[in-house]
């Protein structure tokens, strides 16, 4: 049983709305072999380790265990999905989700279960694969203790992935609120929000918490004497350089008093409650070692309570209790620190919601001021505190108590935060009594914390939790205020780039920052950031999280869907062009059929609006799909039964209607006909003659309309959006310059290829016409050939070329597949020439060129191959004519010294070389 490979889909995928890692697991010898054959090895020892396999349910919501003991096409591929889940939710990364699927190839199964962190998910299929494999073959494997044992190790790597409680609070809390985020580190370290509307947070410190408000809240010294200045209660406190100077300090404030760190956390290196001048000497060393500096100050009298103030208010206030056990006359304080450590909810650091007890020096030197060892039994009922401080780092509790604190000590709470300037921070407030007033108690402020950490009041060990995360997140985006961008996704089998940048176009000339993804580079306001085919979820992932982006344009292709899934949750508005036969046979999609499902995800993940071709069939039967508000047809087609349909009803649809003047594209919206530009105003459409663009044209129409754009700003945005290769590099980039006219086009599949002979027998060229043209070597040898149908019998030159990556075939092997058929096409074998570069394709194609001339130019290399046309020289390519000819033509003798020359210029003489 072996993974041959994995997945991990981020988003919503052709498996599930959710994020789900796939394994491909080779079952090997035992594809054939039920899980039931191995249920009585298999089950009592993993559902002790995995209790949460007992309640599971399968992917059609049956209870697990039956299956897994009668079922005989239940193999072991399905129970490690579910074994991958229960470690993952015994390792505190719970999530949910798990099934198989068939895979192409026999003895091979799709493994896919959910997750939450992508590390936690993969070593959590790889654990599972390990613990079967040694639990039904002993002789290769382990006994059963080791099989515990490996779990905790996974338990190990998995703690030191997880989010801690306080990222994990605001994460719930912005799902809760439908904000999205993001990871942005393998700390906690996240995102909330999207584009201009982001907001980072680390702990309890947020992208807008002031710097100097903590440099303030980390020097013990300096906020003390703030809030001593704006008359809240703090102890005397005395900054010292050495062990001496100290002990005088503490003679001088008077004993008892504390020693810590001017800069420390989590209560390292602070010592309460000294008496003497060694105590104090002792703890002088200690706190030196955990911060810059040392403070002394005087001992405040009563309990640890922490005030927890967000934008000001106090949210959540608790008391806390110095890590302890508690005797029962029996065990020992040992025994009793391993029976609370015991609880679920302890773990180390800060991963949990609290943290395991240590007997370690500093809790063995405060047993023994009592006269105790780990080894000693204390009576029943009495309270062995392991620290001094009450830190829940340090394996302290905490008691709920915001119901019940004095309005004085919330106030004074709320007021420190405000003198300090953060806009989260915690007051560790010392006083006998919190329901009363600092006034009569003589409580005091001894600490002001930035970042402070939420479990003890999220999950306190008595009394109610408190929703801190919550209030964070309201702090950060009040109800009613954005917190996610506008997101326009398309897809299609041709198009989607021309869209998507016409779209982007319209946006950005309507004054927003538009975030676009596409099939050359992520563009952010219109400028490159990153080259390469950006289609995927990465690509959307920099929209989404660039602080400057208002709008995204995502376009969306199908390897991306495949391989990864989306980089969204859902989008505002969708668009799917058309599904044509394109990359047919590659990652298991063999059907224009499944081809569109694969499409149809962005629809299914619409929210607003379902933008979707009316002419094209398979688009056409994505609309029961989907669950965005409205669906808005396009169609080249005025009298579309079912579009005339659909805008009877009153709901949206762009339709290419005639008129006396041309084409006319008109917007159909809340009964209403808007006519919107007639289509040789657009540049794109090479005045209405370029029938694809004037299609493409009419779907980003559709959706700058959908997005809440006015019709003058959709027109200003389509007069002013061009083919040139500047603006649209590689999409029917057209150059007049020679003499000739070129056309340049990224066109790879039938259809694509199509459209432009369509455009080449439009604009009806007056001389020849010549076609370079090729087709990716990873396409089936019937693609190559359809694209050969669809230019055989329109030009009168053919150059058949490779791409520079043959990808697998040798570079002759595809332009030899197109010249076949050509042949077969009645096209002349005369007039068809092999040059397998598409360099030298190129030139060859611009050197047979003459005046009047169309060159239709398919390419991979679109920059390289622009250059060529641009920097082509005709002179270079000239060809002479001899004095004899010009003799007979008229009489005309050459100059001695000169010769003649015939190129796209004309004619001419030119001096000898």
Known sequence: MEIVSSSVYVGPNIHSRRPMIRLTLDLHRRAETPVRDYAET?????????????????????????????????HLGEFLAHVALALQIRAGAPSDGAFTRPSVREGHVEVLYGYESREIGLEAGEVAREIILDLIAPEEGADEGEIAAEIESFERFAS??????????????????????????????????????????????????????????????????????????????????????????????????????????????????????????????????????????????????????????????????????????????????????????????????????????????????RGYTPESVPPEGEVIYLRRTANISTGGTAID???????????????????????????????????????????????????????????????????????????????????????????????????ARMLAHVLKMAGHVVGQTSTDAVYIDGNVTVRGDMTGPV????????????????????????????????????????????????????????????????????????????????????????????????TRRADHPLVREHIRLGQPAVVLEQGMNGDQIVIYAHGGQIPLIWTHLIPATLEGKALHNVENAMFAAAMAHALGLTLDQIRNGLRTFDNTFYQSPGRMNVYDEHGFRVILDYGHNEAAVGAMVDLVERLRPLGKRIVCVTCPGDRRDEDARAIADKVAGHFDEYICHSDDDPR?????????????????????????????????????????????????????AITRSWKRIIYFDPVEKAEPVTPEALVAAGGFDVPEGYRVLSDARGVRIVPLD
């Open 401 to 499: 108590v915001t119901d019940v604190i004095h309005p004085d000590n919330k106030l004074m709470a709320e007021r420190a935060i405000r003198g300090v300037g953060l806009d989260i921070g915690g007051v560790d407030f010392l006083t006998t009594d919190i329901t009363r007033s600092f006034r009569e108690t003589g409580g005091a402020i001894c600490e002001i914390n930035a970042g402070p950490g939420m479990r003890m009041h999220i999950a306190p060990s008595e009394g109610r939790s408190r929703d801190v995360g919550g209030k964070v997140i309201e702090m950060l985006f009040p109800p009613g205020t954005p917190s996610r961008i506008p997101i326009a996704a398309l897809t299609g089998t041709n198009g989607k780039t021309t869209t």
């Open 42 to 74: 298999l089950l009592p020892p993993l559902l002790r380790e995995l209790p949460t396999l007992a309640t599971a349910l399968t992917e059609t919501g049956e209870p697990l265990l039956p299956r897994l003991r009668e079922a005989p096409d239940c």
């Open 808 to 860: 697998g075939r040798t570079p002759e092997e595809v332009p030899e597949i197109i010249r076949a058929r050509l042949i077969e096409r009645g096209v002349e074998a005369q007039r068809i020439r092999i040059v397998p570069s598409e360099e030298e394709a190129i030139e060859t194609a611009l050197g047979m060129a003459r005046p009047q001339d169309l060159v239709l130019i398919f390419c991979e």
């Open 539 to 634: 690509a959307a992932s920099m929209v989404l999280r660039d602080p400057s982006v208002d709008m995204a344009v995502i376009e969306t292709a199908r390897g991306g869907i495949v391989r990864a899934g989306l980089g969204y949750r859902y989008c505002d508005v969708d668009a799917v062009l058309n599904v044509t036969s394109d990359h047919l046979g590659l990652g298991g999609v063999d059907t224009v059929e499944e081809l569109a499902k694969v499409k149809r995800l962005v629809v299914e993940v619409a929210k607003d609006c379902a933008v979707l071709n009316a002419d094209d069939e398979q688009t056409l039967r994505m609309a029961a799909f989907t669950e965005a508000r409205e669906i808005c047809y396009v």
């Open 160 to 369: 030191r992935r997880l989010l801690g409680p306080t990222a994990l609070a605001l994460v719930h809390a912005a799902e809760a609120r439908d904000i999205p985020w993001a990871r942005l580190n393998e700390a906690s370290m996240i995102q909330v929000g999207q584009g201009k509307y982001a907001k980072r947070i680390e702990a309890a410190l947020t992208s807008q918490t002031s710097h100097i408000a903590v440099e303030i809240a980390s020097d013990k010294e300096l906020c003390a004497r703030l809030l001593s200045d704006l008359g809240l209660p703090v102890p005397r406190q005395i900054f010292v350089r050495d062990a001496e100077d100290a002990a005088d300090a503490a003679r001088d404030i008077g004993y008892p008093v504390v020693v810590k760190p001017v800069d420390g956390n989590h209560g390292r290196g602070v010592a309460v409650d000294l008496g003497s001048d060694d105590e104090v000497a002792a703890a002088y060393e200690r706190a030196a070692e955990q911060g810059s500096g040392v403070v002394v100050e005087s001992m405040i009298l009563g309990d640890d309570h922490r005030l927890f103030v967000v934008n000001g208010e106090l949210v959540a206030a608790a008391r806390r209790m110095p890590g302890h056990v508690i005797g029962d006359g029996r065990r020992t304080i040992a025994e009793l620190v391993d029976q609370v450590n015991e609880d679920p909810q302890r773990g180390v650091g800060h991963e949990n919601m609290l943290t395991r007890l240590e007997l370690d020096e500093t809790a063995e030197a405060l047993l023994g001021e």
